[in-house]
């Protein structure tokens, strides 16, 4: 008998809004890690595009994410590029109920990002440079952050976002869940996993699910 989300400790709003969508058996990495993560376990994951991490680390993050203030988000994802961002966004909204998802990115309008701040945001999923713009306009403060996502670390280490990563997670809350995804682990994604994961548990999933 497979397990179903149910199984895995997902409440039953969030498996009404998958089923909804036709997802009723989680993915591979789903199933290794969601437990893991509903129990607030820092988690380091080596999965591929395409293998449903986002719902790995999107449902427990939903599930357990605070009521944020403006200004002052409680849950972060990172992620290195604006469709990644947007992708994640779109895949979170579709079952968050009331959690607000906000993301920000560059190249486009501060107006939209600013006002969405202004109004609350509890999960904000953000390209690392944007972010450090706002937070230096006081626009936006990490302080109350205490779950952080790194998407796609290995492609943040490629495109030399690490030195921002570092300065944005020295600004959530030492007692944070910090999970990482990534397509290799070592160099500097193992670097980064060294110093700020605590006692994480790894689960590796090889191929794409499409």
Not at 56 to 80: N, S, Y
Not at 100 to 113: A, D, E, L
Request: aromatic share 4%.
């Amino acid at each position: 008998m497979s397990t179903t989300f149910s199984d895995l400790g997902v409440p039953a709003t969030i498996c009404e809004a998958l089923e909804r969508r036709g997802i009723t058996e989680p993915f591979e990495i789903q199933t290794a890690t969601i437990s893991d993560l509903l129990a607030r376990r820092d988690v380091c994951g080596r999965a591929p595009t395409g293998s449903g991490k986002t719902l790995a680390f999107g449902i427990p993050l939903v599930t357990q994410v605070d009521k944020a203030r403006p200004r002052h988000p409680r849950a972060l994802i990172l992620a290195p590029t604006r469709e990644l961002a947007e992708q994640i966004s779109t895949e979170l909204r579709s079952f968050s109920g009331k959690t607000r998802i906000g993301v920000i990115y560059g190249g486009v309008g501060y107006g939209p990002q600013l006002k969405a701040l202004r109004e609350g945001i509890d999960i904000l999923v953000a390209c690392p440079g944007r972010l450090e713009d706002l937070i230096e306009q006081g626009s936006v403060n990490l302080s109350e952050v205490d779950h952080v996502v790194l998407d796609e670390a290995d492609r943040m280490a490629d495109m030399g976002f690490m030195p921002s990563v570092r300065r944005l997670l020295d600004q959530t809350q030492d007692e944070r869940q910090t999970v990482l995804f990534s397509a290799t682990l070592d160099g500097d994604v193992a670097k980064l996993t060294r110093d700020y994961l605590t006692d994480p548990v790894r689960h590796e999933v090889g191929e794409e699910t499409p």
